[in-house]
């Protein structure tokens, strides 16, 4: 049984930094959900989960130090993508790669054209983006956004493929690009007010430190979220994929996924001691970003825990009361 599986959450063992919560949360509940629903492209379920999910908290439990400017910007793309991510996986598994396509096409053409219903929501926030970064942080922005989406379609082509799950290691690949941090970690830079140059990004400990940053993300999104995935009969999580492997052992799969996690957070660490002895040593913009990825992952976990998103009853119920009818709000 379910309720008998210890280890799904993020003790703080493994994660001992603490939330901070930034300044602009009333403000964005207040305006964020209306802005949103005024484009008049949700559904009443789509609407509803929208607004108790709380987006205006994710935005400053995970982006603390961001101006009201850029958390509006961000909690307005962190919920766009969100919503367009829960619309997609509710396709039947053999409609999903054509949508998925359809969001690729629609994004390499700058959102340009009315091949999908998102595409003023996303022009107008990308404009905000695109006048706010400079044009090389926009251009790794937008690199990001797309090499997420081709992520999402190649993960939509292999659960039609039909040969049987996909191994640990093929998940993994997969789950670093689904999970989208990319895109998070350019929005670290956005919200502090910092473009790191090509001499920290180009940096092998610098590369090495946010790819154990994408991973343990995604590992522990994959444990806060296996009570709601498993209640909604999805199977992409690593504890699905390693259960499989070793004979439906569930609780060995969590504990597993832990061992995992806390090998990619040592790797994180192990790459912060190997920058403090190099010459980036001296460049404050570089430990305000690493900063800010340890800010990410605190707030992440904390907005994770308290979303309805990630609550089996309140998402279910929540999807009950889907209709095809657009909800618009004025506001």
């Not at 209306?34 to 999910?53: H, K, M, P």
């Not at 390499?108 to 999908?116: A, K, W, Y």
């Not at 706010?132 to 493929?161: I, P």
């Not at 957070?265 to 430990?287: H, K, M, Q, V, Y």
Request: charged letters at 25%; proline letters at 4%; aromatic letters at 8%.
């Amino acid at each position: 049984m379910l309720a008998d599986i210890t280890g799904l959450e993020v003790s703080p063992d493994e994660w001992p930094h603490p939330a901070r919560i930034g300044g602009h949360y009333e403000v964005l509940q207040a305006e964020l959900p209306a802005w949103l629903l005024s484009f008049g492209i949700l559904d009443d379920r789509q609407a509803e989960l929208l607004v108790r999910t709380d987006y205006p908290l994710l935005v400053t439990l995970a982006w603390p130090d961001a101006d009201e400017t850029r958390s509006r910007d961000i909690g307005a793309l962190a919920a766009t993508l969100a919503t367009w991510d829960d619309e997609a996986d509710d396709e039947r598994r053999d409609t999903r790669a054509g949508a998925v396509a359809h969001q690729l096409d629609s994004l390499r053409s700058g959102f340009s054209g009315t091949r999908t219903k998102w595409e003023p929501l996303y022009r107008s926030i990308l404009g905000g983006f695109a006048t706010r970064m400079t044009a090389r942080q926009f251009g790794r922005f937008s690199m990001c956004l797309e090499r997420y989406v081709e992520g999402c379609l190649d993960w939509a082509r292999v659960q039609l493929d039909g040969t049987g799950g996909p191994s640990a290691a093929e998940y993994a690949r997969h789950r670093h690009l689904t999970v989208g941090q990319s895109i998070d970690m350019v929005l670290v830079e956005y919200a502090l007010g910092i473009d790191l140059g090509d001499a920290i990004l180009r940096n092998p400990a610098v590369r090495a430190l946010q790819h154990a940053h994408v991973e343990y993300i995604w590992l522990m999104q994959d444990l806060l979220s296996y009570r709601k995935e498993v209640a909604t009969d999805a199977s992409s999580n690593i504890v699905t994929v390693l259960a499989a492997s070793n004979g439906g052992r569930v609780q060995a799969a969590v504990d597993e996924a832990h061992r995992l996690l806390r090998a990619e957070i040592a790797g994180f660490e192990a790459a912060c001691d190997e920058l403090s002895r190099s010459p980036l040593a001296d460049r404050p913009e570089l430990w305000r970003y690493i900063a800010g990825l340890k800010d990410f992952t605190s707030g992440m976990v904390q907005w994770t825990n308290r979303s309805p998103r990630y609550d089996p009853a309140e998402y279910l119920r929540a999807q009950a009361t889907r209709s095809d009818e657009p909800t618009t709000t004025q506001g």
